[in-house]
């Protein structure tokens, strides 16, 4: 009876760790969906930029295709690695214009990981 007993809480104390590691994984995705063979340059105007940890979130109004503007989410780098590459706070707000190098999603969605920023005045980082 206790052995039966045991590897039933056994059982169930795995699953739930199981659980609570593939919840983990879920919160942290992976890069595998951006094609880093490919350095695209897109330039447009800054809607909405959040630089923070775990990524930067950039928001960019640039032209579509056929006429027009559309609105395309990207992520980048951590706050931490854009500040060792020389980014301040005060280089990039909504409204801007700028430049970004990323790698595009491999699905060929709108969107991509930022490899790089070039601002106006020509600083990259």
């Known amino acids: 009876m206790q052995t039966t007993?045991?590897?039933?809480?056994?059982?169930?104390?795995?699953i739930?760790?199981?659980?609570?590691?593939?919840?983990?994984?879920?919160?942290?995705?992976?890069?595998?969906q951006f094609d880093?063979?490919?350095n695209v340059e897109i330039t447009g105007k800054i809607i909405h930029i959040d630089v923070s940890?775990?990524?930067?979130?950039l928001i960019l109004e640039q032209p579509a295709e056929g006429g027009g503007t559309k609105q395309v989410?990207?992520?980048?780098?951590?706050?931490?690695?854009?500040?060792?590459?020389?980014?301040?706070p005060d280089m990039m707000k909504d409204g801007d214009t700028v430049t970004i190098f990323i790698a595009p999603m491999r699905n060929g969605?709108?969107?991509?990981?930022?490899?790089s920023f070039k601002l106006q005045d020509g600083r990259t980082f």
Request: hydrophobic residues 35%.
């Open 16 to 32: 739930l760790c199981g659980l609570a590691l593939a919840a983990t994984a879920q919160a942290h995705h992976s890069a595998a």
């Open 73 to 88: 989410q990207y992520e980048g780098h951590s706050r931490n690695n854009v500040f060792r590459r020389g980014w301040r």
């Open 109 to 115: 969605e709108d969107g991509g990981y930022i490899q």
């Open 53 to 57: 940890n775990p990524h930067i979130d």
């Open 36 to 38: 880093f063979t490919q």
């Open 5 to 14: 007993v045991f590897k039933h809480l056994q059982r169930a104390c795995l």
